[in-house]
């Protein structure tokens, strides 16, 4: 069993942001598996469904990005999942817009949600997904990250929130190798968007 966590902030005005590129993520994810993502507990919303032979659960934490590691904690100790079977999708600035990064563990970087997930579960050792949202040096972090992106950087992030999901699938096979391969490598020719932005509560 899996389970698949897709990190933003919860309510409608934070709704596309870049910060919410994880949630826009499980979303893609969940309307390929036919998942409904609309259960309430945990301190998350979350739905149950199947990636092969697989049970995977998805969920999006309801606690804020600060906190996601809460949630993320309690569903995990009451599945009594591993590390190993957590997968995690969020949105990361240091990498462009139109590209990803899959990794099999590592640190939590400058991501506050994945800094709590870390900290809450005491492991760095699960997979990760990081989606680009580029970054705007004329802006604080925050009003960065908690704007909507232009027209033209969404069309270019729903394409990356599918083969993101498709990532995930991948992982849950047991080929996270073809997954790195088939997207990781995208990193360095990902298209180049004009950044109208900003980042926010991380």
Same mark, same amino acid.
């Given at each position: 069993?899996?389970?698949?966590?897709?990190?933003?902030?919860?309510?409608?005005?934070? /709704?596309?942001?870049? *910060?919410?590129?994880?949630?826009?993520?499980?979303?893609?994810?969940?309307?390929?598996? %036919?998942?409904?993502?609309?259960?309430?507990?945990?301190?998350?919303?979350?739905?149950? %469904?199947?990636?092969?032979? #697989? !049970?995977?659960?998805?969920?999006k934490?309801?606690? @804020?990005?600060?906190?996601? %590691? +809460?949630?993320v904690?309690?569903?995990? *100790?009451? @599945?009594?999942?591993?590390?190993? /079977?957590?997968?995690v999708?969020y +949105?990361?600035? +240091?990498?462009?817009?139109?590209?990803?990064?899959? /990794? #099999?563990?590592?640190?939590?970087?400058? *991501?506050?949600g994945? !800094?709590?997930?870390i900290?809450?579960? *005491?492991?760095?050792?699960f997979?990760?997904?990081?989606?680009?949202?580029?970054?705007? #040096?004329?802006?604080?972090?925050?009003?960065?990250?908690?704007? /909507?992106?232009s027209?033209?950087? &969404? =069309?270019?992030?729903?394409?990356v929130?599918?083969?993101?999901?498709? =990532?995930a699938?991948?992982?849950?096979?047991?080929?996270?190798?073809? =997954? &790195?391969?088939? @997207?990781?490598?995208?990193?360095?020719?990902? !298209?180049?968007?004009s950044? +109208?932005?900003?980042?926010?509560?991380a």
């Open positions: 069993m899996y389970l698949i966590a897709g990190l933003g902030n919860p309510g409608l005005s934070y /709704r596309k942001t870049r *910060h919410n590129a994880g949630f826009q993520a499980l979303d893609a994810l969940a309307d390929k598996l %036919g998942v409904r993502v609309k259960e309430k507990g945990f301190s998350a919303l979350y739905g149950e %469904g199947r990636i092969g032979n #697989e !049970r995977v659960i998805l969920m934490p309801q606690t @804020y990005m600060n906190l996601s %590691g +809460d949630a904690q309690s569903i995990m *100790h009451f @599945y009594k999942l591993e590390p190993e /079977r957590l997968i999708l +949105d990361d600035i +240091d990498l462009p817009i139109g590209s990803m990064r899959i /990794r #099999e563990k590592g640190s939590a970087g400058s *991501h506050n994945m !800094r709590s997930i900290g809450c579960i *005491h492991s760095e050792n997979p990760r997904i990081r989606i680009g949202v580029g970054k705007d #040096e004329s802006l604080l972090l925050r009003d960065y990250v908690l704007k /909507r992106p027209k033209a950087e &969404q =069309a270019v992030l729903d394409e929130f599918e083969n993101a999901a498709d =990532a699938m991948l992982i849950v096979s047991g080929a996270i190798g073809e =997954a &790195q391969m088939k @997207y990781n490598k995208k990193h360095e020719s990902s !298209r180049s968007v950044v +109208d932005g900003h980042r926010g509560d």
